[in-house]
Each structure stands twice: as C-alpha cells, then as structure tokens.
C-alpha cells in the first residue's frame, strides 16, 4: 500500500506559523501607528475622568451643590454662545491629548560624564594588547575614539559596567588561551572587582562579550530531587548552558533552579566522578547529599579517610553497607568491593551468553565513596602494607557495566597524590572552594568562562562532566546533622531524607560478599554465650564479699555451706 503525503499545512507548517505571526506583528505595528492620536485622547480622556473623580470625593459634602450649580452654569453658557460647544469640544480634545502625552523620561542618547570617564579608561588599557605598530588603521590607539571599540555597552545603578560588547582587530591571538586570559583578567579589573564575569568569545566576528553574573543561591537545602534513577544532582548552576530545570522547595516557596545533573549507568560516558577542593569548602557536603540521593535506588559503601566523623549518620542505615574510617577496614571494604565488581561481570555475561537478562543482583547500583583516599596511602606506606588506592583499578575500569560507580573525594594539594586509576577514569570533574586558573586547568582540563572571586560561601566552585562546558556550582546544603553547629533547619532535612536505621550502628563492621548487608548475621549470635563462659562471671564472682576469701579457709570451716557450692560447682556444666 502506497503511503499518503503528509498534509502541505502538516509539512510546512512552522514556517506558515512563523509567516503568520510575522504579518500579524506587522498589522499591530501599522495599526497603532495608524490610531496612536485616538490611544492619546483615549488615555487622556480617562485621565481627567479620574481627576475628576478625585476631585468630587475630596470636596466636602456641604460644598457639592456650589459646586455642582457652577458646573451647570458653565455648560448653560458654553451651550448659549455662538459655536460653544464646537469650541468646547475642541478645548477637551486638546486638554485630553495633553494629559494622554507619553510622560516617560527620554534615554539619554551616550553614557554621562563619569560612564564616559569609565569607558575611555577602559579603553586606553586594552591599547597595549589590541594595537600593532604595523596597522595602517588601528581601532586601538591612544586618544582614540572608544565609542567604534564599544558598540554596546551597559551600566548597573552603582555605576559600574554590567554588559560590555568589545571589539578587537582580527590579528589578535584569541585562539590562545594565555592571550583571552590575559584580556579577562584585565576587564574584570577595570570593570569592578567582587563580581564574577562571564565572557564569550566570537572568534568569527572579532567580538568579546562581557556579562555580569548573579549570585548562585546558597540557600538550598537537602531534599528530594525531581530526577529519574541514574541521575545524581551534583549542585545547581546558572541558565547560561543549561536549558533544564528543577522545582525546588524553599521553606513555603517553590522556584525552579537550573541543575547540574550527573548520568551514570550502562550508558553513561562519565561513570566516575572525582571531587577536590580546600579544607572547608563542602567536599563532605557534596558526599553527603550523592549518598543521600544513591540510597534512593542503590546500596553504598563509604570509606573516610580523614577520620572525623562526618558520615556517622548514615552508618547502620538501610541501603549502607559499611562506613569505615580504619585501615584494616578501607583495604577490606574495598577488596570486597572489588570481588563484588568481577562477580557481577561474570554473572552478567553468564546471561547475556544464554540469552536471559541480567540478575536482579546486577542490577542494583553499588556506589563507592572515599573521602581522602590519600591519607590511608600515607599509613600503608609508613606500615609496608598495600595502598587501598589500588583496590580501585577494577571497579574504575569494569564498574559501569557492573552498575558500580566511584566517587573520590580528597584536598586540592593532593592531586597529585591519587593513584593513576583515579585520574584516568574519573572524567566527571568538580573543583570546590578558591582556586587558581592553573588549578582548574590542571583539574579540569578547560578553564571556566567565568572570574573567580575570592570570598565564596561553602560548597561553591566549578564542575565539568567529560569534554563538556566547565559549570559554576553550588552544592545544596547537606551538612552533618550530628555537629552541634548545623542549623536546626538544616539538621531536620537531612533528617528526613536518612534512610531508617536497621543493623546495629557499628563502623568496624566489613560487608561480607556471600551474606546479605543489610540482615544480621546468625553466627556471632550463637557463639556469644560460649564466649561468656569461657570468661570469668560477673554474677558469681560479686556474690561472695571483696577480697574473695581463699580455698583454705572455705576447707577448714564446715558451718559455711554457701561458698562451698559456689567453688566446687562449674558454670559451665550448670549451662549445659
């Protein structure tokens, strides 16, 4: 059967819709060009209509006949007189075209004496780096006119530069990075400091566009977030590459924030993601809340190596294997992990050769987050032990086939300190806190479009997932809610999103990879009678009075019957 064409309104219907709308904005364009005196005296007439009415309720009851004989009179006479009304009429039409004039301010046509001052000194600084001696016609040069060099321009209420359009010569070196650098950090000098500057480079059209950008909102807490399973929100960014947005709840409020959102899973291209940053800048934070938001679909197992308590709250949750902040217990964890990322590949392609899918046990995400990695590299070499770091080479190198993602986290200053695995399979990148151009270079592999400032709140920085667009970030609020210096508000959402507590709170405790985490085992159950046992009692011990009397006198006196039972009869036979 021949297929039908597509209706011609159904196949060039957008550009219908586009022709359309167009001739519909030109008729209103015409049309008010045409009745703009009409809209005048319009506007006009109900203005003096509401003068008017102002007029009758402001005056005083006991003056309103006065006032309504001195209207009359004055109609009775302009209706008696030789062509009152026509001249009346006239006088209203020209009363009413007066009060219905557009009163809004006229821009001024250029900036004021002080925008003017501004621009020309801005100007004058960028002579040494957009002119050339061998330019016949520079658009650079001292006492030149800066008005061709700035097309565009923009000025905020404090009288500094908001939006700035630069011209610069074809000659310039703005494929280099050095070079683009070098005129950034001089725009952001000369137009204010304190303020973080986007910059866009149109290398076609020699323009450089400089914008001011808003603070990110650092008033976000810990909630659940909009998003489908295998999506993590790492923080929130501004609109400038990110079309997408969530809808966030701020107390009563509801807004929509645009987000900086994290693909793992089989399909993912940046299965891992490595997060650095300065003491304090929210490097836990941000652990904290992709924990939070993995136990919504997976299992997690935490390794802190710094030691400080910061993932208490999730230890003996449900979905959390094991938070280990020892040695002994980080090389455990992470070999188990390791065992559990070959099994989960051999089980996988065990059913794909067979045709069936993959077990339900394969499918479960297992996150793995190490916070400060480095410092349990530092004990093993000091104990000639194994470096847990090397632990990671088969869940960063098989783990997104296996469902298995890795999260490290450690101090800026120790970059270079990771493991080769780390660095080469962590493509998903965030950069937390202040840090230098050659920091985030180095880290990210791109340098931002943006300025960095020098005070930033907790949990603000960079992110770059892959070889896409480097991103500000702001980590939403998810601090400890067992330190005593968390906002009450605060403490109470991260709260509300654990998940409930059902082992027995205990950080030694290693994941075995045959039983299940989250059951208590039977074993140790049965063995702690025997192991009372084999101690010496409490109960029997505390009968007799302190010190305990020796065999000899027990001997000697036969009117004492009761410690005679109590050392010729044996617990242990008692039990059994």
């Not at 702001?474 to 059902?502: G, K, M």
């Amino acid at each position: 059967m021949a297929r039908r064409p597509l209706p011609r309104i159904l196949s060039n219907g957008s550009a219908q819709l586009a022709r359309s709308r167009e001739l519909a904005r030109t008729a209103a364009d015409s049309a008010t060009d045409v009745l703009h005196p009409l809209i005048t005296i319009t506007r006009g007439l109900r203005r003096l209509a509401a003068a008017g009415r102002r007029r009758w309720t402001q005056t005083p009851k006991e003056r309103r006949g006065a006032l309504l004989f001195l209207v009359a009179s004055v109609i009775l006479v302009v209706a008696l007189v030789p062509y009152g009304p026509l001249l009346a009429a006239i006088t209203l039409m020209a009363a009413a075209a007066w009060q219905g004039r557009d009163r809004t301010p006229a821009a001024p046509d250029g900036p004021d004496e002080s925008q003017s001052e501004r621009l020309k000194s801005l100007y004058e600084a960028l002579v040494p780096y957009f002119s050339a001696a061998e330019d016949p016609e520079p658009l650079y040069a001292h006492g030149g006119a800066w008005d061709k060099a700035f097309p565009t321009y923009g000025f905020d209420g404090g009288g500094r530069i908001s939006h700035l359009v630069v011209r610069y010569p074809a000659y310039f070196t703005d494929g280099e990075a050095e070079s683009r650098a070098r005129i950034e950090h001089l725009l952001a000098a000369k137009s204010g400091r304190g303020r973080e500057y986007h910059f866009t480079w149109d290398g076609e059209g020699n323009q450089l566009t400089l914008g001011v950008l808003l603070p990110l909102p650092a008033d976000i807490t810990a909630q659940h977030f909009v998003t489908a399973p295998g999506e993590t929100v790492l923080g929130f960014t501004d609109p400038t590459h990110v079309r997408r947005t969530l809808p966030l709840g701020h107390g009563a409020q509801q807004r929509d924030v645009p987000p900086v959102v994290w693909r793992t899973g089989l399909r993912s291209t940046e299965p891992h993601l490595l997060v650095l940053g300065q003491p304090g800048s929210g490097v836990s934070t941000l652990l904290r809340s992709i924990a939070l938001q993995a136990l919504q679909h997976g299992d997690v197992v935490i390794v802190d190596g710094g030691g400080t308590g910061e993932y208490a709250c999730l230890t003996g949750r449900d979905g959390v294997l094991a938070v280990e902040c020892g040695p002994s217990g980080a090389t455990a964890s992470l070999e188990w992990a390791a065992t559990e990322t070959e099994r989960r590949l051999i089980a996988a392609n065990r059913a794909h050769q067979a045709g069936h899918p993959p077990p339900d046990d394969t499918r479960r995400p297992l996150w793995i987050l190490l916070d400060r990695p480095t410092a349990f590299t530092h004990l093993a070499a000091a104990d000639d032990r194994k470096d847990p770091q090397a632990l990671l080479q088969v869940p960063l190198r098989h783990g997104r086939p296996a469902n298995v993602t890795v999260v490290v986290a450690d101090q800026l200053d120790c970059f270079e300190a990771l493991g080769e695995p780390v660095r080469r399979h962590t493509r998903a990148r965030a950069v937390l806190g202040p840090a230098t151009a050659d920091q985030l270079q180095s880290v990210l592999g791109a340098p931002p479009h943006t300025t960095p400032i020098d005070e930033i709140p907790p949990g603000r920085g960079y992110a770059r997932l892959g070889s896409g667009p480097v991103h500000r970030l702001q980590v939403p609020a998810t601090p400890n809610p067992y330190d005593d210096a968390t906002p009450e508000a605060h403490r109470e959402a991260v709260l509300a999103l654990l998940p409930p507590r059902t082992t027995p709170a205990d950080g030694e405790t290693v994941p075995e990879p045959d039983g299940s985490p989250g059951e208590p085992e039977p074993l140790p159950t049965e063995q702690a009678p025997e192991r009372v046992t084999a101690e010496p009692v409490p109960a029997v011990t505390a009968e007799p009075p302190e010190p305990r009397p020796g065999p000899v006198p027990v001997l000697t006196k036969d009117p004492l019957p009761n410690p005679v039972p109590v050392l010729t009869k044996p617990t242990a036979a008692k039990r059994g």
